[in-house]
Structure formats: structure tokens, C-alpha cells
């Protein structure tokens, strides 16, 4: 495709804010327009290349138009395979299910039931949502402070930014916050393992006060790391108190791994970090292979809805369950769950020299590759567990600099705080290098400014 002489990316932007909708957000960030993508690369109009460590907010777990990608939508194309079958059955169905479970902990895929829903993790979230609500027959679901669920009616009611639940009125009611482990600022004040054990036993207080002013809750749904909320990793040894709590409780518990599923983390899913069992689990993201497609899968005692409880035109989204078996199966095969474990160790390590030399980095977190880099300020007095205040104004001067030098990054966390790295999990040790030079410079040239 050609472009008409002298368009340049603020051409294109300036066509996007006279068309689009002002809800748009990652173009105000970063303004630029994708003119070709490959592998971690995408290049815009204007003819630069950019190291992409957004990767449609984790959905390109192999990167973009990776070969087996590429192959299996050849396949569905040339054979005249159906694209579309609301939730009738397929071989392409048929064999993406398989896989999927085959790549679930035998203990979970032995008792597993799988709900295919409309193309985004938030429509699996609101679906998930109702099958516990119906097979529980409570009302109330407990969440998480800094959690993301999505921007649904129902998913934004258990998401704790407050900035887009502002202007919505009526959310979902009976949804209750709970104090999330976050050392580095601790809402008890508290910090390391202290902080872990506060919120388990305020947790289950909560739960047998039976002056709490709370019903039993209907489920508990939780992040595995909070993505964005500051790429927060909670702490094994809690996330399995989590599990003990729920279970004897008979509190399904819900696990959204929309961004962590996959092998971002270093295993498959990230639950598996603490080798625990969840009742529900959500996906998309990387599931689709880069196309959208999502599904709840969960244990066959919550299978208590009824035909047509929940549905979606594209839950029948035929092409993205052939890209997604293909990328499952390529990241099987290849162990990029071990490779994002290793890549991410090298990221941590470049990310540690940076810190020892910066002023502006109060912490590096993370898992596999999906990392956070807190930016604060220094000139600011500490807090007690000697925490500086975040710094947005800063960290957005960090990204719009890396962008620059031709490396996307986004950011999220309290205040905008936390620079975010989520790379295709292909990425080789040379991209992991340049990236963190880009870095480097980037926070050093900033600095130099201040």
C-alpha cells in the first residue's frame, strides 16, 4: 500500500483525533502510524523502525507475523475453511480445545469445561462472573486494590483504577477490594513478608466476621501478577494462603491470566508459580495467536447456566483458534516459557546496572518478561519503608525519550508511575541488550535535563 507524498505520522494522527473517538488512549502516548510489523520490530510511515516491547499489550506472544502465524492462516484461507461458526463445532475447534488442555495441569484439565466468548479478555471476565454467580447462587465478588479486569460494565466494577469508573454511574454492585501484597508500598505499612500475613488474616477475618456488612461472596477473582497496576507479582506462599482461604470457604476462586497466560512468566500460566489450582481461569491475549479470541475454562462442578447463558456472535472466531493451537504448540515445542524465564534474568540484570547509576528508579519487579520499572522522586522525602513518591511526569518523559530512539514501552501502575516491559517471548538475547542500552540512554539523557 502506498501513501500519498509527505504524509508523515503527525498526518495520520492528526486524521485519528479529528475521527476518533476521544477514548482513545495508546496514540496520545505514542504517536505514531504503523506502517509494517516483523518479529519485535514494527516500522512506521515516516520509515523508522522501533523495538516493540508493547506487543499489543502482551497479545503478541511470538511477535508480529511470525512464520507458523502466517501458515496457519494460509491453511484456513486456501482450504476453504469456515472463518465463522458461532459455537458449532469444528475440527479447527476441536483440535484447539485439545491443546489447550493438554497444556493445563493434568489436575485442572481432568475436571475442566471450556466457554468460548466474544473476542476480548473482558467479555471472558463478565462470563465468568455470571458462572459463578449462577452456580453459587451469591452476589458479591471480592477483588483486588490495583486490579485490571477489563473495561466492561461488569469487569471495570472489579477493576480499582479509578479514573475511567469517574464518570460511570450504576456499576456492578457487591463488588468488595482487598489489600493486594505490594512491598514497595505497602498499604499497611508494613512491607516484606509482614505485609503478607496482615492481608491473608484481614482476608480471613473478613470472610467469618459475621459483622463484616459483606455476604459470602459469589468468587474471588485475582491477578497472579497485576499487570496494569504496576506489573505487581504477588508472593507464592500468598497466593496459595489465597487458595487455602477460598477452598475451605468453598469461595470458587478466579484466576485472570488475559496477560500473564502463555509462558510470559516463565511457565505456562502464571498460577503454576505457586502450584496451586484455580477453580476458574480466564484467557485471551496470546490464546488468539495474535487474533482476537477468549474463553473461560473452569471446574465442571460451576456448570450449572443454562444453554445460552452467555454467548457472542465471535465466539466462533475460526481463524484465531487456528493461530492460536499454532502458537501454543510452537511455544510448547520450544520452551519459550524456560527462554522468557532466561531473557527475563537478562533483562533484570542490564535493568539493575541502570538502577545503580540512576536517580530516578525506586523499583524493578517482574517476572519472565513481563517487567516494571518504578519511576519516583528523589528529591522528595522517603516514607517510612523508604519508598520515594511515584514521579508520572517523569516516566513519561522516559517513554516519549525511548520512543525517540526508537523503543515503545508503555506505562501503568499508580499515578502512571511504572515504566512497562512485555516483549514477544522470541526476542534473543542481542534485542534484550539493545533494548536496555536504548533504556540506559534514555533515563540518562533525562536526567541530564532535570
Given at each position: 500500500m502506498?501513501?500519498?507524498?509527505?504524509?508523515?505520522?503527525?498526518?495520520f494522527?492528526?486524521t485519528?483525533?479529528?475521527?476518533e473517538?476521544?477514548a482513545?488512549?495508546?496514540p496520545?502516548?505514542?504517536?505514531?502510524?504503523?506502517?509494517?510489523?516483523?518479529?519485535?520490530?514494527?516500522t512506521d510511515?515516516?520509515?523508522?523502525?522501533?523495538?516493540?516491547?508493547?506487543?499489543?499489550a502482551g497479545?503478541?506472544?511470538?511477535?508480529h507475523?511470525?512464520?507458523i502465524i502466517?501458515e496457519?492462516?494460509?491453511?484456513?484461507?486456501?482450504?476453504?475453511?469456515?472463518?465463522h461458526?458461532?459455537?458449532?463445532?469444528?475440527?479447527?475447534?476441536n483440535?484447539?480445545?485439545?491443546?489447550?488442555?493438554?497444556?493445563?495441569?493434568?489436575?485442572?484439565?481432568?475436571?475442566?469445561?471450556?466457554?468460548f466468548?466474544?473476542?476480548?479478555?473482558?467479555?471472558?471476565?463478565e462470563?465468568?462472573?455470571?458462572?459463578?454467580?449462577?452456580?453459587?447462587g451469591?452476589r458479591?465478588?471480592?477483588?483486588?486494590h490495583?486490579?485490571?479486569?477489563?473495561?466492561?460494565?461488569?469487569a471495570?466494577?472489579l477493576?480499582?483504577?479509578?479514573?475511567?469508573?469517574?464518570?460511570?454511574?450504576?456499576?456492578?454492585?457487591?463488588?468488595?477490594?482487598?489489600?493486594?501484597?505490594?512491598?514497595?508500598?505497602?498499604?499497611f505499612?508494613q512491607g516484606?513478608?509482614?505485609?503478607e500475613?496482615?492481608?491473608?488474616?484481614?482476608?480471613e477475618?473478613l470472610?467469618?466476621?459475621?459483622?463484616?456488612?459483606?455476604?459470602?461472596p459469589?468468587?474471588?477473582i485475582?491477578e497472579?501478577i497485576?499487570?496494569e497496576?504496576?506489573v505487581?507479582?504477588?508472593?507464592?506462599?500468598?497466593?496459595?494462603?489465597?487458595?487455602?482461604?477460598?477452598?475451605?470457604?468453598?469461595?470458587?476462586l478466579?484466576?485472570?491470566?488475559v496477560?500473564?497466560?502463555?509462558?510470559r512468566?516463565?511457565?505456562l500460566?502464571a498460577?503454576?508459580?505457586?502450584?496451586?489450582?484455580?477453580?476458574?481461569l480466564?484467557?485471551s491475549?496470546?490464546?488468539?495467536g495474535?487474533?482476537?479470541?477468549s474463553v473461560?475454562?473452569?471446574d465442571?462442578?460451576?456448570?450449572?447456566?443454562?444453554?445460552?447463558a452467555?454467548?457472542?456472535?465471535?465466539?466462533?472466531?475460526?481463524?484465531?483458534?487456528?493461530?492460536?493451537?499454532?502458537t501454543?504448540?510452537?511455544?510448547?515445542?520450544?520452551n519459550?516459557?524456560k527462554?522468557a524465564?532466561?531473557?527475563?534474568?537478562?533483562?533484570m540484570?542490564?535493568?539493575?546496572?541502570?538502577q545503580?547509576?540512576?536517580?530516578?528508579?525506586?523499583?524493578?519487579?517482574?517476572k519472565?518478561l513481563?517487567?516494571?520499572?518504578?519511576?519516583?522522586?528523589?528529591?522528595?522525602?522517603?516514607?517510612?519503608?523508604?519508598?520515594?513518591?511515584?514521579?508520572?511526569?517523569l516516566?513519561?518523559q522516559?517513554?516519549?525519550?525511548c520512543?525517540?530512539?526508537?523503543?515503545?514501552?508503555e506505562?501503568?501502575?499508580?499515578?502512571?508511575?511504572?515504566v512497562?516491559?512485555l516483549?514477544?517471548?522470541?526476542?534473543?538475547?542481542?534485542?534484550?541488550d539493545?533494548?536496555?542500552?536504548?533504556?540506559?540512554?534514555?533515563?540518562?539523557?533525562?536526567?541530564?535535563k532535570l
Amino acid at each position: 500500500m502506498t501513501y500519498p507524498h509527505g504524509m508523515f505520522n503527525a498526518d495520520f494522527i492528526s486524521t485519528q483525533e479529528i475521527r476518533e473517538s476521544n477514548a482513545r488512549s495508546y496514540p496520545r502516548r505514542i504517536p505514531i502510524a504503523i506502517k509494517k510489523a516483523k518479529g519485535i520490530f514494527v516500522t512506521d510511515v515516516e520509515g523508522t523502525n522501533y523495538y516493540d516491547c508493547l506487543s499489543g499489550a502482551g497479545t503478541l506472544a511470538l511477535g508480529h507475523n511470525h512464520p507458523i502465524i502466517k501458515e496457519a492462516i494460509r491453511n484456513v484461507l486456501e482450504n476453504d475453511l469456515p472463518l465463522h461458526a458461532l459455537d458449532i463445532m469444528t475440527p479447527i475447534k476441536n483440535e484447539f480445545i485439545e491443546e489447550l488442555f493438554s497444556s493445563l495441569p493434568t489436575e485442572f484439565a481432568s475436571r475442566a469445561k471450556i466457554q468460548f466468548c466474544g473476542p476480548t479478555g473482558a467479555d471472558a471476565v463478565e462470563a465468568a462472573i455470571k458462572l459463578v454467580k449462577t452456580a453459587t447462587g451469591s452476589r458479591s465478588i471480592f477483588s483486588f486494590h490495583g486490579a485490571y479486569h477489563g473495561m466492561t460494565h461488569g469487569a471495570l466494577s472489579l477493576t480499582g483504577n479509578l479514573g475511567p469508573k469517574q464518570s460511570v454511574s450504576n456499576l456492578m454492585p457487591d463488588v468488595h477490594f482487598l489489600p493486594y501484597p505490594y512491598p514497595y508500598r505497602c498499604p499497611f505499612g508494613q512491607g516484606s513478608e509482614l505485609s503478607e500475613q496482615i492481608s491473608q488474616h484481614y482476608i480471613e477475618h473478613l470472610l467469618d466476621d459475621p459483622e463484616s456488612g459483606i455476604t459470602k461472596p459469589a468468587g474471588l477473582i485475582m491477578e497472579i501478577i497485576q499487570g496494569e497496576g504496576g506489573v505487581i507479582p504477588a508472593p507464592d506462599n500468598w497466593i496459595r494462603k489465597i487458595r487455602s482461604i477460598t477452598k475451605k470457604r468453598k469461595i470458587p476462586l478466579i484466576v485472570d491470566e488475559v496477560q500473564t497466560g502463555f509462558g510470559r512468566t516463565g511457565k505456562l500460566f502464571a498460577f503454576e508459580h505457586a502450584e496451586i489450582i484455580p477453580d476458574v481461569l480466564i484467557l485471551s491475549k496470546a490464546i488468539g495467536g495474535s487474533l482476537p479470541l477468549s474463553v473461560v475454562v473452569y471446574d465442571k462442578d460451576l456448570d450449572q447456566w443454562n444453554p445460552g447463558a452467555h454467548a457472542g456472535t465471535f465466539r466462533g472466531n475460526q481463524m484465531a483458534m487456528a493461530t492460536g493451537t499454532a502458537t501454543i504448540k510452537y511455544i510448547r515445542a520450544n520452551n519459550l516459557e524456560k527462554h522468557a524465564e532466561n531473557m527475563g534474568d537478562r533483562f533484570m540484570s542490564h535493568l539493575k546496572e541502570i538502577q545503580h547509576s540512576s536517580s530516578c528508579i525506586g523499583e524493578i519487579r517482574g517476572k519472565g518478561l513481563m517487567i516494571g520499572i518504578e519511576i519516583v522522586n528523589k528529591q522528595l522525602q522517603p516514607n517510612a519503608l523508604n519508598s520515594y513518591p511515584p514521579h508520572s511526569e517523569l516516566a513519561r518523559q522516559i517513554q516519549q525519550e525511548c520512543l525517540k530512539k526508537g523503543l515503545i514501552v508503555e506505562l501503568g501502575g499508580r499515578f502512571g508511575s511504572v515504566v512497562r516491559f512485555l516483549p514477544p517471548l522470541v526476542i534473543t538475547e542481542e534485542q534484550v541488550d539493545a533494548i536496555c542500552e536504548i533504556f540506559a540512554k534514555s533515563i540518562q539523557d533525562i536526567e541530564i535535563k532535570l
